[in-house]
T-cell receptor, first 113, second 109 residues
């Protein structure tokens, strides 16, 4: 099993550009989530999904969109990149929402200039 | 005040030392996670616990639900243990994972 995969690993964008961060898991997990990690702060939840076709906002959703058309994939779209979105982004999955072991992707380091 | 507080924020130890990292939380939880993040990024789950104690190799995690406190212990520390250790709790008002800011551990040979 590949676990949770993310692409790209690194990305530089100019302000105003859009892009999609890809996330996929091969463990048939129902719950998937996107976090951002910034210096001096704990990981913060951007969006999450409890199953195909169902998504919801987390703590810091502004400027991001998600969709979940399949169980495996959970892409994160930046609509119009801003310097405040410079961060490291992690996708995670677990069996279901709740007290289950979390599996994280390797992260995407995004810089917006 | 953060709902999950870790201490210390930074820790330097000599190889072979016994290490303790602490996590206190202020919300009701159903589970607590300890995660490890190595330089260069990936995050892996070490433990998930809701009571008592768990052990895996040289790592031991304990939780005291009444005191809202958990500790992660590393016995016979090794330079390869150098990483950021993150505490996260599942629960609170939003019923989601709430993360601490992490403890940066450096083990020197």
């Amino acid at each position: 099993n590949a676990g949770v995969t993310q692409t790209p690993k690194f990305q530089v964008l100019k302000t105003g550009q859009s892009m999609t961060l890809q996330c996929a898991q091969d463990m048939n997990h129902e719950y998937m989530s996107w976090y951002r990690q910034d210096p001096g702060m704990g990981l913060r939840l951007i969006h999450y999904s409890v199953g195909a076709g169902i998504t919801d906002q987390g703590e810091v959703p502004n400027g991001y969109n998600v969709s979940r058309s399949t169980t495996e994939d959970f892409p994160l779209r930046l609509l119009s990149a801003a310097p405040s979105q410079t961060s490291v982004y992690f996708c995670a999955s677990s069996y279901a929402r709740g007290s289950y072991e979390q599996y994280f992707g390797p992260g995407t380091r995004l810089t917006v200039t | 005040k953060n709902e999950v507080e870790q201490s210390p924020q930074n820790l330097t130890a000599q190889e072979g030392e016994f290490i303790t990292i602490n996590c206190s939380y202020s919300v009701g939880i159903s589970a607590l996670h300890w995660l490890q993040q190595h330089p260069g990024g990936g995050i892996v789950s070490l433990f998930m616990l809701s009571s008592g104690k768990k052990k895996h190799g040289r790592l031991i995690a304990t939780i005291n639900i009444q005191e809202k406190h958990s500790s992660l212990h590393i016995t016979a520390s090794h330079p390869r243990d150098s990483a950021v250790y993150i505490c996260a709790v599942f629960g609170g008002a939003t019923n989601k994972l709430i993360f601490g800011t992490g403890t940066l551990l450096a083990v020197q040979p």
